[in-house]
């Protein structure tokens, strides 16, 4: 499957990957704005807005053995439609490497935040329900965590090679979701950043956002 418009050499990129570590460099690199386009994501766009600063955890996870494939900050607030929008921080990845997978959950469970697993070995697996992310006027709009679909999952990973594309399709994807709604759910991400080791010690101010929401988030 090729994606429209995607450029020759970014196409030849992806197709190129030929491990788990390979796909994450490439992930952090478009990440980074170094790669125009990525599989499974509109050609020739990057990261959302809201995301810009939440670039150097994902990447980094990227490079550990961790890959992204959609984040939110947590936001609280008025939209530019007038609406009143809840985000929690949340975070969905595959990992392929067991003791990658252990070492996030048991992070994740540490500090109190929501993990959801959908494990898609061929013979079966862990499959839980997904958590609501973001609300509208107080009514759900988007959630982390359900399982992917074949059909959604052959159009998530385009342009790689088959064995590759077999691995993180088979992976385990996990969800880290922030319980609090709004800007105090962003110590998701020094969480991970201690995870990862980017951080060594968790920072006296919390992070925030100031980018307001339209309608629903991905990355």
């Given amino acids: ?20 570590a ?7 690199l478009w990440l980074e ?11 020739r766009y990057g990261p959302d807005d809201e995301t810009t600063h939440l670039v150097p955890t994902l990447a980094t996870l990227c490079r550990a053995g961790y890959v992204t494939t959609c984040s939110q900050p947590g936001f609280a607030g008025t939209g530019t439609d ?31 935040m929501f993990v959801r697993i959908n494990d898609h070995r061929p013979d079966g697996g862990v499959r839980e329900q997904p958590v609501v992310v973001t609300t ?14 074949r059909a959604d999952m052959a159009i ?31 110590r998701l991400w020094i ?10 010690n968790d920072p006296a101010d919390p992070w925030s956002s100031s980018t307001q929401p339209t309608g629903p988030r991905s990355r």
């Fill in 82 to 112: 007038g609406l009143w929008w809840e985000q929690r921080a949340a975070l969905e990845l595959v990992v392929t490497d067991p003791t990658l997978f252990h070492r996030l959950v048991n992070a994740a469970y540490a500090a109190g």
């Fill in 156 to 186: 998530q990973w385009p342009e790689l090679n088959r064995d590759l594309c077999r691995q993180v399709s088979t992976g385990t994807y996990v969800s880290v979701i922030a319980p609090e709604y709004g800007p105090d759910g962003d």
């Fill in 1 to 20: 499957m090729k994606l429209p418009w995607m450029s020759r050499t970014d196409r030849r990129r992806w197709k190129s990957a030929k491990t788990v």
């Fill in 22 to 28: 390979d796909l994450g460099e490439l992930m952090a």
């Fill in 191 to 200: 969480t991970l950043d201690l995870l990862t080791g980017r951080r060594q």
């Fill in 136 to 149: 509208r006027d107080g009514e759900p709009v988007t959630a982390f965590g359900g399982r992917i679909s």
């Fill in 33 to 43: 704005g170094q790669i125009a386009s990525r599989p499974g994501y509109q050609p």
